[in-house]
């Protein structure tokens, strides 16, 4: 049974970084495709950036591109994602989600298993 963790958010000026990390302490996340997403009140959840288990590229979502990056580090069981140049519209709560069925559209429906989410707030 997958047990996502997240952490590393946090309150950060415009134009720096944070990275946030989804950690599990039981199975193995590299067997699974994982997703970041973020929402705020009263919008719907987003998909910022998924990564399959496999071989392809990860997806990331326009508004992010060039700034975020999603990896893995399978020894330490830990999906990261490192957000640079942060902009006062990124301010949200971050989740990660696990699913072990390939992905075909990052957004919330493809995935099963859900951390309790970080907030993320930017802002001078």
């Known amino acids: 049974q997958v047990q996502l963790v997240e952490s590393g958010g946090g309150l950060v000026q415009p134009g720096g970084s944070l990275r946030l990390s989804c950690a599990d302490s039981?199975?193995?996340?590299?067997?699974?495709?994982i997703g970041w997403f973020r929402q705020v009140p009263g919008k719907e959840r987003e998909g910022v950036s998924c990564?399959?288990?496999?071989?392809?590229?990860?997806y990331y979502a326009d508004s992010v591109k060039g700034r975020f990056t999603i990896s893995r580090d399978n020894a330490k069981n830990t999906v990261y994602l490192q957000m640079n140049s942060l902009k006062p519209e990124d301010t949200a709560v971050y989740y990660c989600?696990?699913?072990?069925?390939?992905?075909?559209?990052?957004?919330?429906?493809?995935?099963?298993?859900w951390g309790q989410g970080t907030q993320v707030t930017v802002s001078s």
């Open positions: 990564s399959p288990s496999g071989e392809y590229s990860p």
């Open positions: 989600a696990a699913s072990p069925w390939e992905f075909r559209v990052c957004e919330p429906t493809q995935f099963g298993t």
């Open positions: 039981g199975s193995s996340l590299r067997y699974y495709d």
